[in-house]
């Protein structure tokens, strides 16, 4: 005689149904034929079980697409929140930098310093250096006095985050 788990959870009745069902083949009547249906139901039940499994393992790589796809949004999330801080600042960056051009005490560069080096403790950098090579992707080219193309003079420092370029630098070329 065979059981199913949940036989031990079911009514009266529905257990005397299961138990007429499951008869040695020796004493039913038409053996051939019990034994027939108990194939197809067994074949039902496996057909269910690759069902329920199917749609298990479905369900389990729909869940881990979308905590992959809630952590780029977090950190997409993080980067924007980022890059708009420094787009505020960039105002402020701008003037300290052309007071430094004006007057290079050492009070306002250790302003700069600090400045800057708050601003790479959360990921951002200053670029554009006199005697960088050109590129097109950090450079905006004001002028172009030579055809080097290699930085002469920064007019505007540029900024990013990571390989995400906030705000390209305005650069005159030689």
Do not use: C
């Amino acid at each position: 005689m065979f059981f199913h788990v949940e036989y031990l959870y079911m009514q009266e009745e529905e257990k005397d149904e299961i138990t007429e069902e499951f008869v040695d083949e020796d004493e039913a009547e038409g053996g051939p034929a019990a034994i027939k249906k108990l194939r197809e139901r067994l074949k039902k039940a496996v057909d269910e079980k690759q069902e329920y499994l199917d749609g298990w393992q479905r369900s389990r790589a729909d869940f881990a697409n979308f905590k992959r796809e809630e952590a780029n949004l977090q950190a997409d999330k993080e980067e924007r929140i980022k890059a708009e801080l420094i787009e505020a600042l960039i105002p402020a960056l701008d003037t300290l930098e052309l007071l430094l051009k004006h007057d290079g005490s050492a009070n306002n560069r250790m302003l700069e310093k600090q400045f800057l080096d708050s601003l790479g403790k959360i990921g951002v950098a200053r670029f554009g250096e006199k005697g960088e090579q050109f590129d097109p992707y950090r450079h905006e080219a004001l002028a172009q006095n030579g055809d080097k193309h290699v930085v002469e003079s920064v007019e505007r420092s540029g900024y990013s985050i990571g390989d995400k370029i906030i705000r390209p630098a305005q650069v005159i070329l030689s």
